[in-house]
């Protein structure tokens, strides 16, 4: 649902409890407020217990 709503919207949600990030680590990681943009997709993971996980792609329509 986050994610349906962060593509509506267009804003990417900042990662809750990420105050530092590790220089030697190349990764886009949003940190302290929103980042806003034009997505045309999202891929949300959800994994719950015994191994059943499910992805999905969402994509924006015009």
């Known amino acids: 649902m986050s994610a349906l709503l962060a ?3 267009g804003v990417v949600p900042a990662t809750r ?3 530092a990030i ?3 680590i190349h990764l886009d990681a949003v940190n302290g407020a929103n980042r806003e943009g034009g ?3 999202a ?3 959800s994994c719950g217990f015994g191994g ?3 992805s999905l792609i969402l994509k924006r329509t015009p």
């Open 22 to 24: 590790d220089p030697r």
């Open 39 to 41: 997505w045309d997709a």
């Open 17 to 19: 409890n990420l105050d």
């Open 52 to 54: 059943h996980n499910v």
């Open 7 to 9: 593509l509506h919207h």
């Open 43 to 45: 891929l949300p993971n």
